[in-house]
């Protein structure tokens, strides 16, 4: 079984320059999560779907950031301007199904993307 | 709100001897709870999860963690370290109702000497 793909892998970009990140979940997982992860700290969430519903963005910069997942399936994350306390690790999850509520899916993780913003 | 604390952000143990990786939380209501691996340049993996049932949750590469509702903790444990073992873990938590939010640890690098 094919793992959670990310790219790129290494990103480095200037301050208001903008930035997108890939994810394609494994095979039918209805659940995808983007999480920021700053060195020296655990992930935090930034976003989840359910299938291509947003099922919570609380956490997440709206004013430079967003995310969309069209089709249910692949996702996209983008920066625009970053700014450097952006500088981290994004990585991309999945899950069966929702992890909320009664279900407790294990999440996989992808790779991440490093960003560093100069 | 929720959080958790790895209170040490080392731990190192010889190689054969047993190792323990702290991990605390507070949430409202029931806690679920996690444990992750991380190694280099790689994403996180999961370990083991405690929901409900028995205290003592069992999971991948003879890991095991221990929930302790009174003491509200949910240490990190195996027999017997490995040189491989050497990582970085990190606990997390969310409530069993509400918020589907989880809280991370800010991790706990663990190092295991031959």
């Known amino acids: 079984e094919a793992g959670v793909a990310q790219s790129p892998r290494y990103k480095i970009i200037e301050k208001r320059q903008s930035v997108a990140f890939w994810c394609n979940p494994i095979?039918?997982?209805?659940?995808l999560y983007w999480y920021q992860q700053i060195l020296g700290q655990g992930p935090k969430l930034l976003i989840q779907?359910?299938?291509?519903?947003?099922?919570?963005d609380s956490q997440l910069p709206k004013d430079r950031f967003s995310a969309e997942r069209l089709k249910g399936v692949d996702s996209t994350l983008k920066i625009q301007p970053a700014k450097l306390e952006d500088s981290a690790v994004y990585l991309c999850?999945?899950?069966?199904?929702?992890?909320?509520?009664?279900?407790?899916?294990?999440?996989?993780f992808g790779p991440g993307t490093r960003l560093t913003v100069l | 709100a929720q959080s958790v604390a790895q209170p040490e952000d080392q731990v190192n143990v010889a190689e054969g001897n047993p190792l323990t990786v702290k991990c605390t939380y507070s949430?409202?209501?029931?806690?679920?709870l996690f444990w992750y691996v991380q190694y280099p340049n790689r994403g996180l993996q999961f370990l083991l999860k405690?929901?409900?049932?028995?205290?003592l949750v069992k999971g991948s590469y003879g890991f095991e963690a221990e929930f302790n509702k009174s003491q509200t903790s949910f240490h990190l444990k195996k027999p017997s370290a490995l040189v491989s073992d050497s990582a970085l873990y990190f606990c997390?938590?969310?409530?069993?109702?509400?918020?589907?939010?989880?809280?991370f640890g800010r991790g706990t690098s663990l190092i295991v000497h031959p």
């Open positions: 999850a999945s899950s069966l199904q929702n992890w909320g509520g009664q279900y407790t899916d294990t999440q996989y």
């Open positions: 405690y929901i409900t049932g028995d205290n």
């Open positions: 997390a938590v969310r409530s069993s109702g509400g918020s589907y939010i989880p809280t």
């Open positions: 095979s039918g997982h209805a659940t």
């Open positions: 779907f359910q299938n291509n519903g947003v099922v919570d």
């Open positions: 949430v409202s209501g029931n806690p679920y």
